[in-house]
């Protein structure tokens, strides 16, 4: 073996000898540039032609960049024109193609083509050459539609081809050059004027087995053109809409094996060029394009693959404007892949802290740090036993005391009283069975008020009194819930409050109408009157079993679930609600958010996705245009005209969203059981369509009704890939079980015939809306159920939940205090809390101990419809207020601040993404504005003040939700990560960066079973520049700065492989990265904890392996989704250039990954690679 290389390696010297020879000979030639020299210069390019053709390696040598084999070829090529067979050769390959370009091949041929034209009659030979070359390299060079115009060669192609329209083997590739011009719309009008499109109608025609070659370029020349709204009128005029058609029923009819599918393609390609202007439309329908395409497409068969009508590219739950990746050609495939938006500038890069405020005016912040000042003398702190206290005590922190009588602050300002610590205490002590006045609830209930609870577990909560004793009576035009205890009533399907009273809720007679309650519950249950049993919505969390006895008043019915929320408190959130505030100034309490959520006790799997259901989807919306007489098309909700009124005998669903966190503006009912939904835009902004949370009542059981939320936005979703929506069913609540269940079948998302609004799609032209469909069959007859993109968490939910731990938690144990930061524009307090535990004693060193523990800063819910981020966050700070011991573990190692809801309007409103300022909070770090961006401003402040007093956080984490990945994983930022995705990769070698920042995600992907590392991205782009994340790296100067994304649909790999997320797994989440900090703090001292030092080693080396990072990590927008099988191809779409071009390469490659029977997931790693 090694003898033949040996030999090989001398053929292979000699012959590139003998080939630099050769180019020597014709260098020489090119210089003497004698008459008689032509057939010699002939005689030498065939020899190095032949050479090549025979050594691969000589090919390479000669079209590589520093060899002068290309530039002796082409300067041979100017002065005398032959023997281009061998030029075209050389040429052909991709890469070769673009060295041509950039040493003005294009030019020269541009030119040799002008000179052969002069000729009569031009030497056939050479054109078919020149034009087979120029088609060849034309793709390459951006500019050669302006070249050819400028030399004035965009007509000799074209008169070749009017002149000789029975020679194919010449038109042939005057089309292919034809169709590159084309792409350039000037060209496209010019060759207009001069008959292209009609010639190009000679070309194309019925079925014909002949010259099928000619017929496909013809049609590929014929679209670009037709992308031209000048020659797109042309020929509706000339009446070519009718022609297309009938050519394309021909050519279906008659290619049953479907040998011809890029042809027909091609046509319909043309027809869709033509239908991008209204003219084409009319035409169209007028010649009855719609039914003719759709009969066709009805009888295909099923074995060819239907692309799909998303956009595959992951944008990273960004705003359109965000760039994307560009696919290189296959060529490139060293260079993984081009990304303007990763910010290659290392000075941008590097870090650099910079307060940006005074340190005279950041000390306004100080007041959110009294644990800094504190000195706890006068509190009790010898003993670290759980003391006995009463579940109701709100100990520590700000006290909201509002005046005597009323029941609610007042609305202009939240009087929130800072009160020491020191104040509160002997407050609570000398009215110790006073319960505090904000929970105050309108009639006293004796009962509770005398009973103390003797409880060690401040996770558990014994329910407070909220028997509901259900009366439904048929003919009652609401449901009524009555609660036992008080003589209150709560109204509609969704609890009406009435602002204004100050007593108790008063009780409307039901004759009277009430415009705000929903119209839901007419006949609730049919038959006589029937008495529900008892409902109580909270109860003792049995996550750890011991017996906390329950001194529970009344009749107390237990939800027999096993791990009740033990924050929930139903009249506790009504009285939150009274001071939370919308912009519509809503009146009605959604049940879900009433009742309370459980998650279910079964688990939810991803959903398979059956075959065909996007062009069922499809077909069906098509059919609205063909059989029109079929469509109801009737407005049963609308939320811009309130004088729409369903009437009550029509079999119509009833449709509500005027709640907290609601959004739906408008419903059409389509066909008996189907119907169109259009939601709100984000408040004063145009876009941002995708968050829903709606009621729906007066459904029949047995029947599937069909819902189309017709206005997303982006251009792909978790709906394609086995996530399905949310319901509440209050019939199930009513029944113990009020639980968030994961409903729907048929579900897909795809892009629909809406078009936007160029305003509304950021100044681009052409963008379609998308379809969320999914199909319900409710369980029960006349339910009220409420349907959510995900898990509902509103602000008055949350502002209860922290009432709750506020009143829980022993405060001898844990220091907890709640602030109200600032106010947002809708006059909504943002809440601060801050969490550590108490110090071990009042002792010098035990104060000094509590007072420099590292911060931990958190945040979350900055975008509105990215709901999980505040179940991560509940889950955390359950986690931190429980008596477990690492928790107090980790409240003795570090003290938390945390903004659980840095977007409170948003979140009030419905929004999906914005504030009312109409803007995206997380793009605004870099320069909030405290009238703007209040909880923005503010955050940054007191992150700004910690860095000026030396008190960089150790972790700063912003909670947010993902709608395009599954799992749970973390952005964060590097330097060098980021360096690894651009040219400048020896800059970056030179750079000493501490890997710490790789620790805790690290952790988590081994402690928490939701969480992967393989997802996680620690690339800064410059897109990101303004979000939290980059904000607190660069200028805070804080490591570990990340962002946590949990995903809205589920897991792929671990312990929740193939589930959908709840709830459940959310809040595990939360807590898990609570146990992650703890580990973070042992890797980093390990000498405070007695742990047996090969444990510590263990765990060391896990983490040390992982951040000796060898190759880079994911980036950020790779998407995580093989195709499907079902596929539409949008690439060659006129509209939509700006989209990337893995669709077109995807195609390619899928051909051969089915032939070759690959599994998805490989065929996505043959996609990625």
């Not at 008459?35 to 025979?54: C, F, M, P, W």
């Not at 060899?67 to 075209?88: D, M």
Request: glycine letters at 6%; one cysteine or more; aromatic letters at 8%.
């Amino acid at each position: 073996g090694s003898g033949m290389s040996v030999v090989e390696e001398k053929i292979y010297v000699s012959t590139s000898s003998r080939t630099m020879s050769l180019l020597s000979q014709l260098e020489k030639i090119n210089s003497d540039s004698l008459a008689g020299e032509a057939d010699n210069a002939r005689y030498v390019t065939s020899k190095i032609l032949h050479l090549v053709q025979s050594q691969e390696k000589t090919r390479k040598e000669m079209t590589s960049k520093g060899s002068t084999g290309i530039e002796v070829i082409l300067s041979t090529l100017e002065v005398k024109h032959f023997n281009l067979c061998g030029y075209v050769y050389i040429a052909s390959g991709g890469r070769r193609a673009s060295v041509l370009v950039t040493k003005g091949g294009t030019q020269i041929l541009l030119q040799l083509l002008l000179n052969v034209s002069k000729d009569s009659p031009p030497n056939e030979e050479l054109m078919v050459l020149l034009h087979t070359l120029l088609a060849k390299i034309g793709p390459k060079d951006k500019k050669i539609g302006m070249k050819a115009r400028i030399n004035g060669a965009l007509n000799i192609s074209l008169n070749l081809v009017k002149q000789n329209l029975q020679n194919h083997r010449l038109i042939l590739p005057c089309l292919q050059v034809l169709r590159v011009y084309s792409s350039n719309s000037v060209n496209a009008v010019s060759l207009g004027k001069n008959g292209v499109v009609e010639l190009m109608f000679k070309i194309i025609g019925p079925f014909s087995k002949k010259n099928t070659s000619l017929m496909k370029v013809a049609l590929d020349t014929l679209a670009a053109l037709l992308k031209s709204k000048t020659n797109a009128r042309r020929a509706v005029d000339r009446g070519y809409v009718h022609v297309l058609l009938t050519i394309y029923v021909d050519w279906h009819r008659h290619d049953s094996r479907h040998r011809y599918m890029l042809i027909r393609k091609g046509i319909l390609q043309c027809i869709k060029s033509v239908t991008n202007i209204k003219l084409g439309r009319k035409a169209f329908i007028d010649a009855n394009g719609m039914k003719i395409l759709y009969n066709t497409s009805q009888n295909f068969f099923f074995d060819i693959t239907v692309d799909d009508v998303v956009d595959e590219s992951d944008d990273n739950d960004d705003a359109e404007a965000e760039s994307e990746i560009e696919t290189e050609n296959e060529d490139d495939k060293d260079q993984h892949f081009k990304n303007d938006d990763i910010e290659t500038d290392i000075n941008k890069l590097k870090p650099r802290q910079e307060l940006g405020r005074s340190i005279e005016e950041l000390t306004i912040y100080e007041q959110f740090f009294p644990e800094l000042l504190e000195n706890f003398q006068e509190c009790d702190l010898v003993s670290k036993e759980p003391k006995p206290f009463r579940s109701d005590a709100n100990l520590g922190g700000p006290i909201v005391v509002p005046t005597a009588g009323e029941e609610h602050c007042a609305e202009a300002k939240p009087s929130v009283k800072e009160i020491s610590l020191k104040e509160s205490n002997s407050l609570l002590t000398e009215e110790y069975n006073i319960r505090p006045a904000f929970l105050e609830l309108p009639k006293k209930d004796s009962n509770r008020d005398s009973s103390l609870h003797q409880q060690n577990d401040q996770r558990k909560l014994l329910p407070s009194c909220q028997c509901l004793s259900q009366e439904i009576v048929k003919g009652l035009d609401r449901i009524t819930l009555q609660n036992s205890a008080r003589n209150e009533q709560y109204y509609g399907a969704a609890c009406v409050i009435k602002k204004e009273s100050k007593t108790s809720l008063t009780a409307l007679a039901c004759s009277k109408p009430y415009e705000h309650a929903s119209p839901c519950g007419s006949s609730l249950f049919e038959g006589s009157s029937v008495q529900l049993g008892k409902l109580c919505c909270t109860g003792v969390d049995s996550e750890e079993d011991d017996d906390s006895g329950s001194s529970s008043s009344g009749e107390q019915v237990m939800l027999e679930v096993s791990d009740v929320s033990p924050v929930h408190d139903s009249d506790l959130y009504i009285e939150m609600v009274k001071t939370t505030k919308s912009i519509p100034e809503y009146s009605e309490v959604a049940y879900p958010d009433y009742f309370g959520h459980i998650p279910p006790p079964f688990k939810e799997p991803i959903l398979e996705r059956p075959y065909g259901v996007q062009r069922t989807k499809i077909s069906q919306d098509i059919e609205r245009l063909i059989h029109q007489n079929d469509i109801i098309d009737r407005v049963v909700y609308d939320l811009d005209n309130s004088s729409c009124s369903v009437p009550e005998e029509a079999d119509v669903l009833k449709f509500n969203s005027k709640f907290e966190s609601g959004n739906l503006r408008k419903v059409i009912q389509i066909r008996k059981n189907e119907y169109d939904l259009i939601l709100n835009s984000d408040i004063n902004s145009n876009h941002y369509h995708q968050w829903f949370y709606f009621e729906v009542s007066g459904m029949k059981t047995g029947v599937g009704y069909r819902f189309n939320i017709i206005n997303c936005e982006k251009s792909n979703s978790q709906f394609n890939y086995g996530m399905q929506p949310l319901m509440y069913s209050v019939q199930e609540a009513l029944n113990s079980k009020p639980c968030w269940t994961r409903v729907g079948t048929d579900i897909c998302y795809y892009k629909n015939h809406f078009s936007r609004s160029s305003i509304a799609a950021g100044g681009q032209k052409g963008k379609s809306y998308y379809t969320i469909t999914f199909t319900v069959t409710f369980q029960h007859k006349d339910d009220v159920c409420y349907f959510a993109y995900h898990y509902p968490y509103t602000y008055s939910t949350l502002k209860m939940h922290l009432q709750k731990l506020e009143s829980m938690h022993n405060p001898q144990q844990i220091y907890f205090r709640q602030d109200a930061l600032c106010e947002t524009l809708a006059g909504n307090s943002c809440p601060l809390v801050t969490i550590t535990a108490m110090p071990e004693s009042n002792y010098y060193e035990h104060i000094c101990q509590f007072r420099n523990r590292p911060y931990i800063f958190l945040s979350a819910r900055v975008h509105p419809g990215e709901t999980n981020a505040s179940w991560v966050m509940k889950g955390t700070l359950e986690y931190l207020m429980s008596n477990h011991p690492s928790a107090q573990s980790l409240r003795e190692s570090y003290i938390f601040k945390i903004i659980p809801m840095l977007n409170p309007d948003g979140v009030i409103n419905g929004n999906h993404r914005c504030s009312l300022s109409g803007e995206d909070l997380n793009r605004q770090w870099q320069n909030p504005n405290p009238d703007l961006h209040p909880t923005i401003y503010h955050a940054k402040g007191l992150l700004q003040y910690l860095a000026s007093i030396k008190r960089l956080p150790l972790v700063y984490c912003d909670y947010h939700g993902h709608s395009r990945k599954k799992n749970v994983f973390m952005y964060g930022c590097s330097i060098k990560e980021t360096m690894w995705h651009t040219n400048i990769s020896a800059s970056s070698c030179d750079l000493i960066e501490d890997p710490g920042y790789r620790a805790l995600p690290k952790i988590l992907s081994q402690t928490a079973p939701a969480f992967c590392m393989g997802s996680c991205s620690f690339v800064v782009e410059k897109s990101k520049e303004s979000t939290a994340r980059v904000v607190v790296w660069r200028e805070i100067g804080v490591q570990r700065s990340y962002t946590m994304e949990s995903t809205l649909c589920g897991c792929d790999q671990g312990k929740y492989k193939g589930l959908q997320i709840g709830t459940r797994e959310l809040e595990e989440m939360g807590a898990k990265f609570c146990v992650g900090l703890l580990r973070l703090k042992r890797l980093a001292s390990p000498l405070e904890y007695n742990l047996p030092s090969n444990l510590l080693d263990i765990e060391n080396e896990l983490i040390e392996s992982s951040c000796k990072v060898t190759s880079p990590t994911t980036y950020v927008l790779d998407e995580d989704e093989p195709r499907f099988l079902e596929e539409v191809d949008y690439s060659a779409e006129s509209n939509d250039d700006q989209d990337i071009e893995l669709a077109d390469n995807a195609g390619d490659y899928e051909a051969t990954n089915q032939e070759d029977g690959l599994s998805d997931s490989e065929s996505t790693r043959t996609l990625l690679s």
